[in-house]
């Protein structure tokens, strides 16, 4: 269910807006009334999203470990739309590998996108906020894996506890702006990027297995919680990090090692 008005008049930045949870978001956005700048690497994503809701949204192709490219985006909002009041910082992705394997490279990428990446983005969604007065939000996307470790995700686990810090000190820095920062943390999560890991014989009933409500979450359902924490709805909630992961959290991870080694073969 949407609140049909809940964004009217309202403008917000969606980074990693062009698939998953990203698109999700925007996607709900417009349904509730505001303007869109949907920033991603994926152009032909962007340029789906875009024909598929018209005005409303601008696709923007923005890589976030790049401080312009972030700055960019929050422009384009101000230029095309008029201000902005929210940032959704979605962007991100896996990989690397086990720790005595794991590439100092592959380790620096996850934590560029994941970590810096929102960090960026944080920066110059906030002073933006401070610029036109008014206050703000900023909800960050982390992961289950911001509590709970995973064989073969080392970096990517770090990086998303770091968001999680990240936004806590946010809304600590912020908050005399009434700007609020809080962190949706997803469970499984049926997306592009999980798709190669669950088609796995075997691996989506090793997830399954440890969530109490027994089965993966979709992206509208992660859109739904960061829509809330954003809104007014939500107007004293600050420095939090919602799990949503059918209590998931209350359990433990799977052990990957068998499937990480079967996608490695597919790969060679």
């Not at 992961?245 to 052990?255: L, M």
Request: net charge negative; hydrophobic share 45%.
């Amino acid at each position: 269910m949407t609140h049909e008005s809940r964004y009217a008049g309202k403008v917000a930045v969606v980074t990693g807006g062009a698939s998953g949870i990203g698109a999700a978001i925007v996607r709900r956005l417009v349904a509730e009334g505001a303007s869109v700048v949907a920033g991603d690497v994926n152009t032909e994503n962007l340029d789906a999203l875009v024909a598929e809701l018209g005005d409303g949204v601008v696709g923007v192709v923005a890589d976030v470990t790049s401080e312009d490219a972030v700055a960019a985006l929050v422009a384009t909002a101000v230029d095309r739309f008029g201000g902005l009041h929210a940032g959704f910082n979605v962007a991100g992705g896996g990989g690397g590998g086990m720790l005595l394997d794991q590439a100092e490279a592959d380790w620096r990428r996850v934590l560029d996108l994941c970590l810096t990446g929102v960090f960026l983005s944080m920066k110059h969604e906030a002073r933006q906020f401070v610029a036109q007065g008014g206050g703000g939000a900023i909800v960050n996307v982390s992961s289950l894996n911001s509590r709970v470790p995973m064989f073969g995700g080392s970096a990517y686990c770090s990086a998303k506890a770091g968001v999680a810090m990240l936004s806590e000190c946010g809304a600590l820095e912020f908050g005399e702006h009434q700007i609020r920062v809080n962190t949706v943390s997803p469970g499984l999560t049926e997306t592009p990027l999980t798709a190669p890991l669950l088609a796995l014989e075997g691996a989506l009933d090793a997830y399954l297995e440890r969530i109490p409500l027994r089965r993966a979450g979709g992206p509208a359902d992660m859109a739904a919680a960061a829509l809330f924490l954003a809104s007014d709805d939500a107007a004293y909630v600050s420095g939090a990090n919602l799990f949503v992961d059918g209590a998931w959290a209350t359990t433990t991870y799977p052990d990957l090692r068998p499937f990480l080694g079967q996608m490695a073969a597919g790969r060679a």
